[in-house]
């Protein structure tokens, strides 16, 4: 299916650019993700067709940081960012930026994340970035897409409004921001989606429907939540059940410490409703001498 | 020595005179009713103190209008008489250092901890009337803590630090016994009480630039130098309070907690606090010595500083035909609720009628977010 035909049965639309900037500006297409190895957390950057991270999901990692007692230029160098790329965060949790104080790279890069109710230290981080920006909340609940020139794309979307300044309970999990990359197929390579959920239960992200719905190809999946089961319920499984039955081995990739505090991550869950097989693998290679795992299309 | 001093235990600094008789008088009451229970005492005796404590909280008025009336709302909302108690302790607990309160006879550490929490839980999370704490502890430090996370690890080989760095449960003896953790992050009593007033007050529905980039620098100048450090509260998992800890402490709240090294009260309740940032001293080990709520106008004020409000909302544009950005298309035909609608047509229908069916929140994402699933 043409990319531009299941856009316009979605209806998300194209945000050329971001306070200025322009995302994916220069790049032909998409050729993936890599997920670092940052210990506990998430720590993703999106290829282009050259193996170049063109923008940065999350900068975290917390237990089992392999940056913990590393000069700053390792941690820039390990996960290059900054400039004119963009960094999003899919939330507040520490976990998905605390690598950023670490380091230089990061904290020169254009930001946009997510209104929540959050921490008194991410409060205090934040406040030391320059170029940072909120998705506005009339944004919520709705598809944006960032387009690489050969019309590979980059979706995201916040799922939930912030909760207001007196909420209980607030779960900053279901307020985030969820991307998926996308390869539309218009250069003959075969079409398909990596869906990068942060902590976000996947089944609750709209586009992610959406991207079934279109009958995009499942190529793979960073485990949502570090491969808890949190939040996991029968739709989750019902969604993964389904689309994984259109793949033909969905690669899923954990970003956790180990050892680390959670039992995370709790794989049988995918082995169990990816009843065709599935690829499943960790990011922490450092024991093997490797800092980052690709999913590639 | 009169016989009041065999009675009652020194006045503590930052207690007034007539407002430290009034609490121990009523704390002796709630002595009184806890052996009248214990010894079996009869219904009728129950009915005369409560009568009695009804005609102390009416002289108490008149010293401490406000503080009695509350009091009294109090008790006339408790139905049965181990609530009563609870109130009693909770009002010793919060206004004071309970380490000092030593009445005899009384078993302070336990049964004020276990009624303080199960008040906090029987409330269904009404914010509780509470006045400032008096005076702060001589040993030790008071946080303001935000949760972030109330995990279990009971199973987990190893833990980590407010640094980040693992923790070997089998040679710490603290997580001998299998803990539960609450992770939070704050800041001290005095750092914020310290720095507030130089914040400006902001409309969250209604902040302008301007406000925006003030709050920017005021965070910058005001809270650069302060520590804000990961702070983790761990219980036994066999504790008694954990339910009702758990129910209180939930993710997104604040509290106050006292810790300190020398404390007793809570030896089962350990505290380490620290940050990445602070590689020297990684985290500092205490008890817990306090844990309570936070009076509702200190929480508007640590929710609107600790708050993103220093950020602006992006600019997108969406209208612009740009070769290398992308082609632009039209704003999104409506809220997800009526794109599900339509993928219902699609051929996948029925998996997504059937997720609806499952799952309502997918079509109202909009509304705020549940709790957390345990």
């Not at chain 1, 991270?53 to 900068?59: C, R, S």
């Not at chain 2, 009728?44 to 002289?59: H, P, W």
């Not at chain 2, 504790?239 to 402490?249: N, T």
């Amino acid at each position: 299916m043409a990319a531009a035909t299941a856009r316009a049965k979605i209806g998300a639309a194209d945000i050329v650019d971001v306070d200025g900037l322009r995302p994916l500006a220069g790049v032909r297409g998409l050729a993936g993700v890599r997920v670092y190895d940052v210990g506990q957390g998430d720590g993703i950057a999106i290829l282009g067709m050259d193996g170049e991270p063109v923008l940065q999901f999350d900068y975290g990692g917390r237990q089992g940081n392999p940056f913990s007692n590393a000069p700053m230029a390792d941690v820039d160098m390990h996960m290059p960012t900054g400039g004119e790329r963009l960094l999003m965060i899919s939330h507040w949790d520490e976990d998905h930026w605390c690598s950023a104080p670490r380091g230089q790279s990061a904290k020169a890069a254009r930001w946009l994340v997510p209104r929540q109710i959050t921490s008194p230290r991410a409060v205090k981080f934040s406040a030391g970035l320059s170029r940072i920006s909120c998705i506005p909340e009339d944004h919520v609940g709705q598809s944006w897409r960032f387009e690489a020139e050969n019309g590979d794309a980059i979706w995201w979307e916040k799922i939930a409004a912030a909760p207001d300044v007196f909420a209980r309970e607030e779960d900053c999990n279901r307020t985030g921001v969820a991307l998926s990359v996308v390869k539309a197929g218009e250069d003959g390579s075969e079409p398909g989606v990596i869906l990068l959920p942060g902590d976000a239960p996947f089944d609750r992200v709209g586009h992610y429907r959406d991207h079934f719905g279109s009958g995009l190809r499942l190529k793979g999946l960073v485990a949502f939540h570090h491969g808890a089961g949190t939040h996991w319920t029968k739709a989750t499984e019902q969604l993964l059940r389904e689309w994984s039955a259109r793949a033909d081995v969905p690669q899923i990739i954990y970003s956790c410490s180990n050892p680390n505090a959670y039992e995370h991550p709790q794989t049988k869950r995918y082995e169990d409703n990816i009843p065709g097989g599935v690829q499943m693998r960790t990011a922490v290679l450092r024991g093997q001498g490797v800092a980052y795992t690709d999913i590639l299309f | 020595m009169t016989d009041r001093d065999q009675i009652f235990p020194p006045k503590p600094s930052g207690f007034s005179e007539a407002r430290w008789l009034a609490l121990c008088e009523w704390v002796r009451f709630a002595a009184e009713i806890e052996r009248l229970e214990t010894e079996g005492g009869a219904q009728a005796a129950t009915i005369a103190l409560r009568s009695e404590l009804d005609a102390k909280a009416s002289r108490f008025l008149k010293t401490e209008r406000v503080l009695a009336e509350r009091l009294i709302a109090e008790f006339d909302r408790a139905r049965a008489l181990d609530r009563q108690l609870d109130h009693c302790y909770e009002w010793a607990l919060r206004w004071g250092s309970i380490g000092r309160l030593m009445l005899p006879g009384i078993r302070w550490p336990e049964v004020m901890a276990r009624g303080y929490l199960r008040d906090s839980y029987s409330r269904d999370k009404e914010p509780l009337p509470w006045d400032e704490p008096q005076f702060l502890p001589t040993k030790g430090r008071t946080y303001y803590i935000f949760i972030e996370e109330a995990a279990a690890p009971e199973m987990a080989a190893a833990v980590d630090g407010p640094d980040g760095m693992n923790i070997d449960r089998a040679r710490h003896p603290v997580f001998s016994q299998t803990p539960i953790r609450f992770r939070g992050s704050g800041l001290q009593y005095e750092d914020f009480h310290g720095s507030e007033g130089n914040f400006e007050i902001l409309d969250p529905e209604n902040i302008d630039l301007n406000q925006r980039n003030r709050r920017r620098r005021d965070i910058e100048e005001h809270l650069g130098e302060i520590d804000l450090p990961v702070i983790d509260l761990y219980m036994a998992s066999h504790h008694p309070d954990l339910r009702a800890v758990r129910m209180m402490l939930s993710i997104g709240s604040w509290h106050m907690i006292g810790v300190s090294r020398e404390a007793v009260i809570y030896p089962e309740c350990p505290v380490l606090i620290g940050a990445p940032e602070m590689a020297e001293d990684p985290y500092s080990f205490a008890f817990l010595t306090y844990l309570g709520p936070v009076p509702a106008h200190i929480v508007v004020r640590l929710r609107d500083i600790f708050s993103l409000a220093h950020i602006p909302d992006a600019r997108f544009n969406t209208e612009r035909e740009d070769e290398a950005g992308g082609r632009p298309l039209p704003p999104p035909d409506g809220p997800p609720g009526e794109r599900w609608a339509k993928a219902e047509a699609a051929p996948e229908a029925s998996m997504e009628q059937g997720l609806a069916e499952e799952e309502p929140a997918f079509t109202r994402r909009h509304t705020p977010p549940p709790m957390l699933e345990n």
